[in-house]
Each structure stands twice: as C-alpha cells, then as structure tokens.
C-alpha cells in the first residue's frame, strides 16, 4: 500500500521564479493539505482540497493557489518566489471516515536563491 | 489564539533514561490531539490521537496521555533509534481538518 507520495524531492529556484509541486494521496483518501515548514518550526497549513475545490486555508497569500485533480492527487504553485518561500512543503492527505488522522509525505525541499 | 506549545525545546537522553515531553494548547473546542515523529528532512510520521482527556494510547516505548489543557508524551528506557523532533498537533471544532502544530521538541538519546 503506497504511502503519500510527492515530487520533486527537492527544487532550487530563484527570486520571481514559479514552482509547481506535486502530491499523490494514500489509496483510500480523497483530502489533500498542503503545509509549510521552515527549520526549526512546526508545519504550518496553507490550504486543504476536498472534492477539487479549496475547503479552508491559512494565513498565506494568494501567491500561494493549489488544485486537486479527479484522482485525488494535488498541486501546488507559488508564484513570485521570494526567499521567505525556502521552506519544506509537506503534503498531508486524509480519508472521509477518518479525516481528522492526517499521514504526511516525505516533503519537498524548496530553496530559493 | 489558538495555541500549541511544547517543552522542552531539546532534550537529551542516556539510553534507559526514561522522561516525558509536554505539549499545551489553548484552543477552543478541542476535537483530538495529535502526536507525530519527524526525522531529519523528512515528512511527521503518525504516532498517536487522542480525543478526550483521561484517554492514554501506547506504542511500543512510547505512551501519550491528555488532560482538558495539555498532552504528556512518555518515553520509557529509550534506545538511540528514538531520536527525532517529536511534534504535537491539534485540530478544533470549525476547524476542519486543520492540524496546528507546535514547533516541536527535538530528542536525542545517546548510547
């Protein structure tokens, strides 16, 4: 049974550049969060996708959007990098009868430059 | 405000040296607490939830409690391979799904 995966593992990008990362769920789930970890912190929620549409999100700007496609798996792109945005970004995703228990991916490492 | 505090910061073990992590939280209408392990440059991996307090859940060397304000992570005569950054979270009543994570307490036991 594959766990949550992502891609890529880890992205170098330079200031005002975009990025897209990628996140697959656990089989069975069908809700993706997408959070974000700087070192040192805890993960902090950026947004969450059910049913392809955007059900809540954090306190981050719209530079920050997302998709879920009708597989489940997700997107998400950050526009206008700044060097703030050098963060992991973890991919969580979580089932209909169990949705509050979220299993994380490995993450993606984003650095920019 | 909602939050997750965790203490200690960094903690350090002998091996068989048991202690305790502690995880508070101010949130309103709590609807479970979470406690996952996250090693180094790696995604948290799912340990424990809780949903009220009194509730005690065991893992191997490792037992997590909750009270109506806080969660106690047990850690009894750990080995080297429990060093991690162990992160508290939890979830409120109109939050959806949302996890709020404390910034964690980082673990390490030496031989």
């Known amino acids: 049974d594959a766990g949550v995966t992502q891609s890529p593992t880890h992205l170098i990008k330079t200031r005002g550049q975009q990025v897209t990362l990628r996140c697959s769920p656990k089989s069975g789930h069908d809700t993706v969060s997408w959070y974000q970890q700087a070192l040192g912190q805890g993960p902090q929620f950026i947004f969450q996708y059910y049913e392809e549409e955007e059900r809540q999100r954090g306190n981050f700007p719209d530079r920050f959007s997302g998709h879920q496609f009708p597989n489940y798996s997700s997107e998400l792109n950050v526009n206008a990098l700044l060097l703030g945005d050098s963060a992991l970004y973890l991919c969580a995703s979580s089932s209909r009868g169990s949705p509050d228990t979220q299993y994380f991916g490995p993450g993606t490492r984003l650095t920019v430059l | 405000e909602d939050q997750v505090t965790q203490s200690p910061e960094a903690l350090r073990l002998q091996e068989g040296e048991s202690s305790s992590l502690n995880c508070s939280y101010t949130?309103?209408?709590?609807?479970?607490l979470f406690w996952y392990r996250q090693d180094p440059g790696k995604g948290p991996e799912f340990l424990f939830t809780l949903y009220s307090a009194g509730e005690e859940k065991e893992k191997e060397r490792l037992k997590a409690t909750l009270t109506k304000k806080e969660s106690f992570l047990h850690i009894t005569a750990p080995k080297p391979e429990d060093s991690a950054t162990y992160l508290c979270a939890v979830v409120f009543s109109g939050g959806y799904n949302k996890l709020i994570f404390g910034a964690g307490t980082r673990l390490a036991v030496h031989p």
């Open positions: 949130v309103s209408g709590l609807r479970g």
